[in-house]
């Protein structure tokens, strides 16, 4: 059954309605004051339930994918912690190894190269600390030891820092598929928006704010920006496993420039995952840039 389990894909229904369906999505009613309002007669418009309803089911998709990368995160950094050890059972390996002959000279570190090494470390810590999945790392003091005026004092510090500048690359290495992930997914976000920005910390979670810096609740989006996120939150967290997302008429709300752009976000959001989109559309923007995956649906009655 787990077996199958694995295999058998999720499935998400985003109707004309924009409401997101599936078995694996939280149901908006189920929030204590959509209840309340239900159950007790509260005065509230059936339209303003609606809108409350789709602010409710935004809040839970971005939860959901603050998460989802939460989660990735923290097995990025085990595998992190993993290459960290091999790192230092290989230089335990080698002290304990037989001398041979010849070898002396051959296994010393090169100080221009553990140079070039601290420069990627910098670049990559930063990058990763933008949404803190690691902390930046600064290596200006390991670079005035690497560039000491006597040689053989290079050479020592190069030895000693050789196998730590090793086993940190390592880790950030294993946190590398969850930063492309992320990036990708703000990058691709912030492409859809104006006078406001998405971004992601660990300890935050995603943030929407406007230029000022305030941040901005779901109540403060468009209904085509709700639309999108929603969407692509889901996109998202559903990478792990097979899934098809069947969306109807996904033009609606949704200005000309912003069509020509889903299909192909979608995409890219969910590039080297097994996720399969099914569109039911009038719009010839959404579609004109993939005809060679059209199929045109015909009456059978005329």
């Keep these: 059954m787990q077996e199958l389990l694995r295999h058998v894909p999720n499935m998400f229904l985003l109707n004309a309605e924009r409401r997101l369906d599936s078995d694996i999505v939280s149901d908006p009613s189920d929030e204590v004051e959509l209840r309340r309002a239900l159950?007790?007669?509260?005065?509230?418009?059936?339209?303003?339930l609606v809108v409350r309803s789709r602010e409710i089911a935004l809040s839970q998709a971005?939860?959901?994918?603050?998460?989802w990368i939460s989660a990735q995160a923290v097995q990025g950094a085990n595998r992190g912690s993993t290459n960290v050890h091999g790192v230092y059972v290989n230089v335990l390996r080698h002290l304990v190894a037989p001398a041979k002959k010849n070898?002396?000279?051959t296994d010393l570190a090169h100080p221009e190269m553990l140079l070039t090494s601290l420069t990627e470390i910098e670049s990559k810590s930063a990058q990763l600390a933008k949404y803190e999945l690691t902390a930046e790392l600064s290596t200006s003091d390991f670079r005035r030891a690497l560039q000491a005026t006597a040689k053989t004092k290079r050479q020592i510090a190069?030895?000693?820092?050789?196998?730590?500048?090793?086993?940190?690359?390592?880790?950030?290495?294993a946190l590398e598929p969850v930063y492309r992930v992320v990036d990708d997914f703000v990058t691709i976000v912030n492409g859809f928006l104006y006078d406001k920005s998405l971004s992601f910390g660990f300890s935050s979670g995603f943030q929407i704010k406007n230029k000022r810096g305030d941040e901005l609740g779901p109540r403060l989006l468009s209904s085509g920006e709700q639309q999108l996120l929603l969407?692509?939150?889901?996109?998202?967290?559903?990478?792990?496993?097979?899934?098809?997302?069947i969306i109807d008429e996904p033009e609606i709300s949704l200005n000309v420039k912003w069509q020509r752009k889903?299909?192909?976000?979608?995409?890219?959001?969910?590039?080297?995952?097994?996720?399969?989109?099914i569109l039911a559309s009038h719009s010839m923007e959404l579609i004109?840039?993939?005809?060679?995956?059209?199929?045109?649906?015909?009456s059978r009655d005329g």
């Design 39 to 48: 159950r007790f007669d509260e005065p509230k418009r059936i339209n303003d």
């Design 62 to 67: 971005l939860s959901a994918a603050g998460k």
């Design 103 to 105: 070898q002396a000279g």
């Design 158 to 173: 190069a030895n000693l820092l050789k196998p730590y500048l090793d086993s940190l690359q390592g880790r950030l290495a």
């Design 231 to 245: 969407l692509f939150c889901y996109a998202l967290v559903s990478r792990d496993k097979p899934s098809v997302f």
């Design 262 to 277: 889903l299909v192909q976000s979608l995409l890219d959001i969910t590039k080297g995952s097994r996720i399969q989109f």
């Design 288 to 298: 004109a840039q993939h005809r060679g995956r059209v199929v045109k649906l015909e």
